[in-house]
């Protein structure tokens, strides 16, 4: 990993020393205060700039599916109050004496994480998701570095982050809808590039919601040929207007029977327990099938003989790194790919929420926070 400092010591050799962290600058926000609170108003502490930190001032912030599952207590108990947002997208408007990489007035984007070890192998192999410390979740995690304090989301006017965890965000793309990018886009992108999806290949996208839209865009642009497979046969001209070649009803057993060992890999992005084995059928020798919907209950069970027959594969997949979600970015603004959006203001938010549960946004609500800092 080739960050923009030398690493620390490894954490278990210096925790004991740390001071509490400066109690900073309050800020508007909106959280829960508890699983059945809904989102309210809130105002968050935010630590004092750091000699590697950046300052930004939020813009807009991506509401994912886990922004629900987190703050209604669906995954875990968390630690309330709980600020939400992980896809992050705002202007730096401070820096520490010590940064390198940013500079008062650049945009700049903050995804899934805010830290993490960086002395494990994967955080060395830059794999920061994967580090084996655990990495610190941009929200509802324990930040060892500044006196175990939990970190808040970007559901809130402004944040300090650590400039090796801030991303560039390309100057042709819309900063809206580029926040989505941050989580959809880069927990896409990653088992795409994994799998070495290119031209010539066939790339299955099971669900057309958040991950799933973003999939169909991203394979397309790698020079795939794209099936949309989705229980909902209306669906079918959305998902063409986004580029898959072909849709597939999974209902219709007579489709599925003709789609029998035609994909390379599938990308699942389907939150809800379901059967994997009709998807599995779909997939050519040697191909794979790359689960990234996360259920709140466990997934039918996969018989052995459903992958032995054709040497399927199958993986799951969790974001990417800071320097593959920059590589996505930067592939996002060559390609000219960014989420589809609906803005929503802070006020609209348990709406937002609820609609999303239902199924109801294409494809991505976005929080615009100029109704935070009006009322701030």
């Known amino acids: 990993m080739t960050l923009g400092r030398p690493k620390p010591?490894?954490?278990?050799?210096?925790?004991?020393?740390?001071?509490?962290?400066?109690?900073?600058?309050?800020?508007?926000?909106?959280?829960?205060?508890?699983?059945?609170?809904?989102?309210?108003?809130?105002?968050?502490?935010?630590?004092?700039?750091?000699?590697?930190?950046v300052e930004i001032s939020i813009d807009y912030c991506g509401v994912c599916h886990s922004d629900v599952h987190s703050t209604r207590s669906e995954w875990r108990p968390p630690k309330y109050p709980?600020?939400?947002?992980?896809?992050?997208?705002?202007?730096?408007t401070g820096v520490g004496d010590d940064v390198t990489l940013f500079d008062v007035g650049d945009l700049v984007g903050v995804g899934c994480m805010v830290d993490s070890c960086r002395n494990c192998p994967s955080c060395e192999d830059g794999l920061e998701q994967y580090c084996e410390s655990g990495s610190v979740g941009t929200y509802g995690s324990v930040d060892r570095e500044h006196g175990g304090e939990v970190t808040q989301g970007g559901y809130a006017t402004s944040i300090v982050v650590d400039e090796d965890f801030c991303l560039r965000i390309p100057d042709n793309l819309d900063p809206a809808a580029a926040a989505p990018l941050l989580c959809a886009g880069i927990t896409t992108y990653s088992p795409?590039?994994?799998f070495g999806a290119?031209?010539?290949d066939s790339v299955g996208v099971v669900g057309l919601g958040g991950l799933g839209h973003m999939a169909v865009k991203l394979a397309k642009a790698m020079g795939a040929e794209v099936t949309v497979f989705t229980t909902s046969p209306e669906k079918s001209g959305a998902a063409r207007a986004l580029g898959a070649d072909r849709v597939v009803v999974s209902a219709d057993q007579a489709a599925m029977a003709a789609a029998a060992d035609s994909i390379d890999l599938v990308i699942d992005t389907v939150a809800a327990r379901h059967d994997?084995?009709?998807?599995?059928?779909?997939?050519?020798?040697d191909g794979a099938l790359v689960q990234l919907g996360l259920p709140g209950e466990d997934m039918p069970p996969i018989p052995v003989s459903a992958l032995m027959r054709r040497r399927i594969t199958y993986a799951s997949s969790l974001i990417g790194g800071i320097a593959e979600t920059q590589e996505m970015l930067d592939f996002c603004a060559e390609q000219g790919i960014t989420a589809e959006i609906e803005p929503v203001t802070a006020?609209?938010?348990?709406?937002?929420?609820?609609?999303?549960?239902?199924?109801?946004?294409?494809?991505?609500?976005?929080?615009?926070?100029?109704?935070?800092?009006e009322s701030a």
């Not at 740390?18 to 309210?40: F, H, K, M, N, Q």
């Not at 709980?82 to 730096?92: A, F, N, S």
């Open 9 to 53: 010591p490894p954490l278990d050799q210096h925790l004991p020393e740390r001071l509490p962290a400066s109690p900073g600058t309050g800020v508007a926000a909106y959280g829960a205060t508890s699983a059945e609170s809904g989102l309210v108003p809130l105002r968050i502490q935010r630590r004092t700039i750091g000699a590697h930190d």
């Open 82 to 92: 709980l600020v939400p947002g992980h896809e992050i997208v705002g202007r730096v």
């Open 192 to 194: 795409l590039r994994y």
């Open 276 to 285: 994997l084995v009709p998807y599995l059928r779909t997939i050519r020798r």
């Open 198 to 200: 290119q031209t010539g």
């Open 347 to 373: 006020q609209q938010l348990n709406a937002a929420f609820d609609r999303m549960v239902a199924g109801d946004v294409k494809y991505r609500f976005v929080l615009d926070t100029a109704s935070l800092k």
